[in-house]
């Protein structure tokens, strides 16, 4: 699965406070040695499920059979599996010599989400068919099976699609809704004659039935997890390509096939690419990537095998809308969830506890083949950025470790963060530099060949890696790693020159932003440094102490490369020496660099104007990712000095004199044959600007915009100019801006029409967008998007907002979201008082096990009012002495 993008075009900030996580967790034992109070007793299994659905689409709900073959390992009175919001009619329990036992008694436990069924007496061990019928629900949330509706030109429009990671097959299908559990499906769908259907396999039949319909049965899978089946009913395009022995296809509202084209030459790419570095080729005979309009809280993308599902910003080319940044995305989404084809699918988790093992590997997997099939984009640069947010949630109290024990259905849904994908990524990118690209990969493809079509422990993909890398202890660094939470410190100690090579003693502590008096947790880290065009030297710390050498005498760089997940601090003279020679560094080392002196600064362990430093020697003519990156930093401080415009002055000053000349010189208009980075650079830079109120953007963007120029009006600035003149819109401004959503029929844009509704600076402004989205104007899943979106303004307005309307609210919100949209809210407040409202929240609505992202939320508030009470000081000095 793959996470929403941020709701607003708001520029990400390199080190913001994201949501962090509940208590630490012990070290984990053995799966078969814990009791998970949720999970399904052991004494049945599934073997096999045949469903039969008949959706009444207009009314929201649906029919349903079905047929699953079990065994009974141990003699049982009841048989429990299941089911949330299913409403059964019979249960019928048929024997191998045939004899039927109706149920007795169906008890269904909401809470517990499982049904029991009482089939009068004893179930002796054997085989059986278990028949269910049964209604359930069609959500309006993209959650279990739900509508997407949306308008087209023959009229309004409604599409249907499921979504069951995590655990949501139960609110589709009576289930051991458990990834452990895997069984082939056989889906059958009965639908209006003139509608398409697309499944996790090609469909095998079609027969006509009476009063228009049709029922399509797919053919049936290799066995797999329940949160992996898909179905999607609706008027679609399907265009196709063949890659390797796979055809390749891309489904989309009818009409609109062609701007699926893009992500189809992607996955065509793809495809192969993926079969040759696991080794195993992708074992289905189609792969389909299937848009929905719309979006979600909670996902972007989700890897259903042989049918990922994304929403259709992640998927379609619309020239009307789509930037560099969307083209870029499309593909790594695609090759995140084509990674779970194999690593998720093929290869399963046995439980939630090791969900990282899934998605840190997707998010490592997508950069690595983006990288081999788009060098030119240079995702390994867009890496440091993810580092960042997971040493965002990593380093406050509430964090967690990767692998982490997990019970209640909200947890499992909380589990989806940055520590799961970033900080997965960031060890596995780490652990592959440590072993060598080559022994990474045997190990790998040692691991699907022996455990496809099964489950697995994030242990057994280490021993696979260590038998590929004899003498190396991977595991053993894996779990100081993945088993214990936080982020190491890489202290550099003595620096020394001795025969022609640089030995640095080095003192591992431990980085955190609220525990100053914590005592270092140990790790074991592979540490490499070089000195400036030197070759790079390695070596293991452990104990807490170590030395490395490097060739050659001069500038040190500790983290050389930036794979390594920890932050490093140097002597003031070392730093001194960085900072003569920033120029001069490897751009990955520049903005590594830069990163991680800027979070060491806000965390109070140096000056927080050491990086501003650093970013003040980006040359001129800096790579476009690390202008990037000093414009984020730049447009964060300028919101750390909300409330006080003559700093924020001094910093609108500063980033015209670094940035505007950047953007003059590469111009407002997209050049022909320019480099995608330099496409990708503009629509930041206008953005960056924007956010800052550089006068001249402001001026330029309302400009554009008033003329109806074309590039206001479609192509990739639309986005970044329309977001600057919603931000500072007046009422009528935001009446035309809300016009305009109202008469658009496209949903891609009508979406983000919505959504810039929701950026007013202006509180009245503000207010009206929340008004709105309890309208059932901006559509079913467009109105979270509103309110979170006023909330990255006006936390405080929209966290009460949300508060007062708590139920209307949390209708408009996914299951898998709810217990994190309202904490959430309130995450982005300087307001002490907030503290208290959000305890108060959690204290009346959420369970102990549920209410992480409430602390999570209050950490970041602490950590908010910390940096401008305790850091903001040095920068006001810096701005002050540097801007005149
Ligand atoms: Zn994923």
Redesign the pocket.
């Known amino acids: 699965?793959?996470l929403p993008t941020a709701a607003s075009f708001a520029v990400l900030a390199l080190a913001t406070l994201a949501a962090p996580a509940g208590t630490i967790a012990a070290p984990l034992p053995p799966l078969a040695q814990r009791t998970i109070p949720t999970q399904l007793p052991r004494s049945v299994r599934p073997l096999e499920y045949r469903l039969d659905i008949t959706p009444d689409a207009a009314n929201l709900r649906f029919a349903g059979r079905a047929v699953i073959d079990i065994e009974v390992l141990q003699a049982t009175d009841t048989v429990v599996l299941n089911a949330a919001d299913l409403a059964f009619s019979r249960a019928t329990l048929m024997g191998i010599a045939g004899q039927e036992k109706p149920a007795r008694n169906i008890a269904v436990d909401a809470d517990a989400q499982t049904a029991t069924m009482d089939f009068g007496g004893r179930v002796l061990p054997g085989r059986y068919r278990l028949i269910l019928d049964y209604t359930g629900k069609i959500y309006t949330q993209a959650a279990g099976f739900f509508a997407l509706d949306y308008d087209s030109k023959a009229g309004r429009k409604r599409a249907l699609f499921t979504q069951f990671e995590a655990p949501d097959a139960r609110r589709f299908f009576p289930s051991w809704d458990e990834p452990r559990f895997r069984t082939p499906y056989t889906l059958s769908v009965t639908v209006p004659a003139g509608d398409d259907v697309i499944g996790n396999m090609p469909a095998a039949t079609t027969a006509r039935k009476p009063g228009g319909l049709k029922t399509v049965t797919f053919r049936k899978t290799p066995a797999m997890s329940s949160y992996l089946v898909f179905l999607g009913v609706g008027e679609f395009d399907r265009i196709t390509t063949r890659a390797a022995n796979t055809e390749i296809g891309v489904v989309a509202r009818r009409g609109n096939g062609a701007q699926g084209r893009w992500a189809l030459t992607s996955a065509a790419r793809i495809l192969p690419w993926y079969n040759d570095y696991f080794g195993t080729p992708f074992p289905l005979p189609k792969l389909d990537n299937i848009a929905g309009p719309g979006s979600s809280q909670f996902f972007g993308a989700m890897?259903n095998w042989g049918a990922i599902f994304s929403f259709e910003n992640r998927l379609l080319i619309d020239p009307a809308i789509s930037t560099e940044a969307s083209r870029q995305d499309i593909f790594e989404t695609a090759a995140?969830?084509m990674a779970?084809q194999w690593f998720?699918d093929l290869v399963t988790m046995a439980w939630w506890d090791d969900l990282w093992l899934?998605?840190g590997f997707?998010?490592w997997m997508a950069t690595k083949s983006t990288q081999a099939l788009h060098p030119e984009w240079q995702p390994e640069l867009g890496r440091i950025g993810g580092r960042e947010s997971a040493i965002g949630l990593d380093s406050v109290a509430t964090t967690h470790p990767v692998v982490q024990h997990l019970t209640t259905v909200d947890q499992i849904s909380q589990a989806f963060d940055a520590i799961t994908y970033q900080k997965g990524e960031a060890v596995i990118t780490m652990l592959e530099d440590y072993v060598g690209a080559d022994a990474w990969r045997r190990g790998v493809q040692d691991y699907v060949r022996i455990h496809k079509y099964s489950n697995t422990q994030t242990d057994d993909l280490w021993s696979a890696v260590e038998r590929a890398a004899p003498g190396k202890p991977v595991t053993a660094i894996a779990h100081d790693f993945t088993l214990q939470p936080g982020v190491p410190l890489i202290r550099v100690g003595n620096v020394r020159c001795a025969g022609g090579r640089t030995v640095a003693d080095l003192r591992q502590e431990e980085f955190t932003r609220d525990r100053p008096n914590k005592t270092a947790l140990r790790w074991r880290v592979p540490v490499i440094a070089a000195t400036l065009g030197g070759v790079q030297g390695r070596t293991l710390v452990s104990g807490g102490a170590g030395t490395v050498t490097a060739a050659g005498c001069g500038t040190l760089v500790v983290n050389s490369g930036q794979t390594g997940y920890y932050r490093t601090l140097y002597t003031p003279a070392l730093l001194a020496n960085l900072k003569r020679d920033y120029a001069r560094l490897p751009t990955v080392d520049q903005i590594g660099l830069l990163s991680d002196n800027w979070g060491l600064g806000l965390a109070g362990y140096q000056s927080a104007a050491e990086a501003l430093d650093l970013a003040d020697a980006a040359p001129a003519d800096a790579n476009p990712r690390l202008v990037q990156a000093v414009a984020a930093i730049l447009a964060q401080i300028h919101g750390m000095y909300e409330g006080d415009p003559r700093h924020q002055a001094l910093v609108t000053r500063y980033a015209t004199a670094r940035l505007a000349p950047v953007l003059a010189r590469i111009g407002w208009a997209a050049k022909p044959g320019e480099p995608a980075t330099v496409t990708l650079l503009r629509a930041n830079l206008v953005a960056t600007l924007g956010t800052v109120r550089e006068p001249g953007v402001v001026a330029e963007a309302n400009r554009l915009t008033a003329a109806r120029s074309p590039l206001a009006t479609a192509g990739p600035l639309r986005t970044a100019i329309a977001s600057i003149v919603a931000q500072n819109a007046d009422a009528a401004a935001w009446d035309r801006l809300h016009a305009e959503a109202q008469a658009e029929k496209n949903p891609l844009i009508r979406t983000q029409l919505y959504r810039q509704l929701a950026s007013a600076r202006d509180e009245g402004l503000a207010r009206r967008a929340l008004e709105l989205a309890l309208t059932p104007e901006p559509g079913a899943t467009n109105s979270s998007g509103i309110i979170s979106g006023v909330a990255a303004q006006h936390p405080d307005l929209a966290f009460d907002f949300a508060i007062r309307h708590r139920e209307q609210v949390e209708a408009l919100v996914d299951i898998s979201s709810r217990s994190r949209f309202i904490p959430q809210l309130g995450a982005r407040s300087t307001d002490p008082a907030m503290v208290g409202r959000i305890e108060d929240y959690a204290t009346h609505y959420l369970t102990p096990q549920s209410r992480r992202p409430a602390d999570q939320a209050i950490a970041a508030i602490r950590d908010r009012i910390r940096v401008r009470e305790t850091r903001l000081p040095d920068i006001s000095r810096w701005f002050e002495a540097k801007v005149r």
């Open positions: 699965m793959r890897e995140h969830e779970h998720g899934n998605e997707a998010s």
